[in-house]
Structures are given as C-alpha cells and as structure tokens.
C-alpha cells in the first residue's frame, strides 16, 4: 500500500467516525436524562479527537503535519 493510500484509508476512517457524531448529535436531543446527554457529549468528543487525530496520522504517511505530534511528545 502506498503512503497515498494509507493516508486515503485514515481520511475514510475520519469521516466514518464524524458521521457516527453527526448521528449521536441527533439523538441527543431525544435523550431525557441529563446524564445520557452528558455522556453522549463527551462520546462525541472523544470521536471528534480520534476523526482529528486519524487525519493527522494520514497526514504523516505524506510527509505533512510533522510537527503535530497529537500531544504524545514525538512523531
């Protein structure tokens, strides 16, 4: 496999993740209890960081974004 199409495969992978955001965005508003909105929310961010981190690793496979470590200290 190409670094093309690694980075390809990481860049599917963020956007099937920011898809499953969108969706629990939606039922986020039928949800009555505070706390299941709560931890919908933070389900959400977590995605959110795994969609942004996914890219950045897709971005090193073609030698971009070199200097984002995605805060683990070395690439």
Request: hydrophobic residues 40%; glycine residues 6%; proline residues 1%.
């Amino acid at each position: 496999m190409t670094p093309n199409e690694i980075k390809n495969r990481f860049d599917d992978i963020a956007d099937r993740v920011m898809i499953l955001s969108h969706e629990l965005d939606e039922l986020t508003s039928l949800l009555q209890l505070s706390g299941d909105r709560k931890a919908v929310q933070s389900i959400r961010t977590d995605l959110h960081w795994i969609a942004e981190n996914c890219t950045v690793v897709g971005l090193h496979q073609v030698g971009k974004a070199l200097d984002d470590d995605m805060g683990m200290g070395d690439v």
